[in-house]
């Protein structure tokens, strides 16, 4: 398995940004993707997660201003984030989880500054 994350970059307070991850190689039908990110000195946090039924969960710092999306069929996962500000600065990290196993995809960094 595969995970090729794309869409982060530079962008000023209350802007947008759009990341996308696509997986690839044996992807089981059920399975939950999600985004993770890493601000320098701290531990990796989730920010949202998605199951192949379309479950969601945010962290409570997001709720509101991102949203996260999949196409199973192309086993890509979006997350649209809004509003963004000085401390979603981080590098955000694609996940696959499937039975008994996680797999991770390159960081992307997002920086929020003016």
């Known amino acids: 398995v595969q995970l090729q994350a794309s869409g982060g970059g530079l962008v000023q307070p209350g802007g947008s940004l759009r990341l996308s991850c696509a997986a690839s190689g044996s992807i089981f039908s059920i399975n939950a993707m999600g985004w993770y990110r890493q601000a320098p000195g701290k531990q990796r946090e989730l920010v949202a997660g998605?199951?192949?039924?379309?479950?969601?969960n945010y962290a409570d710092s997001v709720k509101g201003r991102f949203t996260i999306s999949r196409e199973n069929a192309k086993n890509t996962v979006t997350l649209q984030m809004n509003s963004l500000k000085p401390e979603d600065t981080a590098v955000y990290y694609c996940?696959?989880?499937?039975?008994?196993?996680?797999?991770w995809g390159q960081g992307t960094l997002v920086t929020v500054s003016s």
């Open positions: 998605i199951t192949s039924g379309g479950n969601t």
């Open positions: 996940n696959l989880v499937q039975p008994n196993r996680s797999w």
